[in-house]
């Protein structure tokens, strides 16, 4: 009775029964499979294909590996067919390896490679049946290496320190990875790992975009080296909770949109934030940076659950930045100079705002701030179409300084009774519909009587008279 199953298998398959040299071989063998076998418990260990010096050329032969001979005497072998039924694969050479993915009848689950520094382009891309790679030693990934291993679970990569793009795109099944070393990753890297929950990468400088676009299974990410953070790089991670980037200055346009679970965002000195940077949000409550000095197009819009803001070295903010802010009741935005279209529209809770140094505001910049009492805005110049349209609680305004005011701007504030323009020298039509502002409580210019006056409140266009 034969014991040694992997002899038994070797030396009844009429392709490999050269294959095993010898006992002493096999002994040998089977020691080194013993060291090099790490965790593969669930394979039984009878099962494990060894393949090194000693049995590469027969391998070869029969059709089952080709070899690439490349330059300064590095080889590149490609797996073409099943070996037998192994499913577990110890790769002892140092020469990189690769398997073919147009043959789907390759079923290797388990493969090691011990000695292997560079894993190349495309080298088990579509493998579908790869469920856990063991790679010590390698330093660097080339891109699209294991996109579309769907069944790839658990990847060991210690020491590797750039992955390429596409890496570990669309592998499904990975749940967690860790990269203690890497300080480059590539675009979409990670890009449809749906099951990924976790991964820590704390020497890695720069997030390249789409890395993790569309991980639903993400919850919590620490990147404390990490100064840039690439556009769409988180983008659809519902699942994200939690935000760690000390280091980061820059964030990218829609870095972490349709983040809907992101509730804490730590970026103590991040100075841009780009376009649609958390659009979508929903859960997002709280924003501390104090740094930051530029916030992009729609950055913030739907932070439903937002309620504070405070920026003091914003001095320039997007269209849209803040719009269906909903919950949002304070900002403090003390160097900006401009309030972009749409910025707080529909920001239904704001009630305290400072903005002393706002010198335009554009449409629709506050419509909808129902709850908006008061207001003091004492550099503003213009003030677009639509800016507080139906803020139906204002009650004062003070804008001294301003000299144009467009149509609509104070459209349904039914409870406006005060107005400060002494420096006004153009309203356009019908600016004051719906309110109940009076001549007697106003501070007007000296050229607007109160005749002019109840021309401006029936809806008509006033400008200063040329002496």
Request: charged share 20%.
């Amino acid at each position: 009775m034969i014991k040694n199953k992997l002899i038994y298998y070797l030396i009844n398959d009429s392709d490999l029964e050269n294959l095993v040299l010898n006992s002493s071989q096999t002994n040998n063998d089977q020691k080194t499979q013993t060291n090099n076998k790490g965790d593969f418990n669930h394979i039984n260990n009878d099962n494990v294909l060894i393949i090194d010096t000693n049995n590469i050329e027969k391998l070869i032969s029969k059709g089952y590996i080709s070899v690439d001979k490349l330059t300064n005497a590095i080889n590149k072998y490609t797996i073409y067919k099943q070996i037998d039924n192994y499913v577990e694969l110890q790769w002892m050479l140092k020469d990189s390896l690769s398997i073919n993915s147009e043959n789907l009848d390759i079923k290797i689950v388990n493969l090691s490679m011990p000695n292997v520094t560079l894993i190349t382009k495309n080298a088990f891309k579509n493998c579908y049946s790869l469920q856990e790679i063991k790679l010590p030693n390698v330093t660097e990934i080339k891109s699209n290496a294991f996109e579309n291993c769907k069944s790839l679970i658990n990847i060991e990569i210690p020491n590797v320190t750039k992955l390429d793009w596409y890496v570990f795109k669309n592998c499904e099944s990975l749940k967690t990875i860790k990269i203690p070393n890497a300080t480059q990753i590539g675009w979409n890297a990670f890009e449809n790992c749906y099951s990924l929950v976790t991964i820590k990468l704390p020497n890695l400088t720069e997030l390249s975009p789409l890395t993790f676009e569309n991980c639903k299974s993400l919850k919590n990410i620490k990147i404390p080296n990490v100064n840039e953070v690439g556009w769409y790089a988180f983008h659809n991670c519902e699942s994200l909770k939690t935000i760690k980037i000390p280091s980061a200055i820059k964030i990218g346009w829609n870095a972490f949109e349709n983040c809907y679970s992101l509730k804490t965002i730590k970026m103590p000195n991040v100075t841009k934030i780009q376009s649609y940077a958390f659009y979508n949000c929903n859960l997002l409550t709280n924003i501390k940076m104090s740094r930051v000095n530029k916030i992009g197009i729609s950055a913030f819009k739907n932070c439903h659950s937002l309620e504070k803001i405070k920026l003091p070295n914003v001095t320039e903010i997007g269209l849209s930045a803040f719009e269906n802010c909903n919950k949002l009741e304070t900002i403090k935005i003390p160097n900006v100079t401009n309030i972009a279209q749409s910025t707080f529209e529909n920001c239904y809770l704001l009630t305290n705002m400072k903005i002393p140094n706002v010198i335009e505001i554009d449409s629709n910049a506050f419509k909808n701030c129902i709850f908006l009492t008061n207001i003091k805005i004492p550099n503003v110049t213009e003030i677009g179409l639509s800016a507080f349209e139906n803020c139906q609680s204002l009650k004062t305004i003070k804008m001294p300084n301003v000299f144009e005011i467009e149509s609509g701007a104070f459209e349904h504030c039914i409870n406006l009774t005060n107005l400060e323009m002494q420096n006004l020298l153009y309203i356009n039509n019908n600016v004051f519909p719906y309110s109940k502002i009076e001549y007697k409580n106003s501070k007007l210019p000296e050229w607007l009587t109160e005749e002019l006056f109840t021309e401006i409140i029936k809806g008509i266009a006033i400008s200063k008279p040329k002496n």
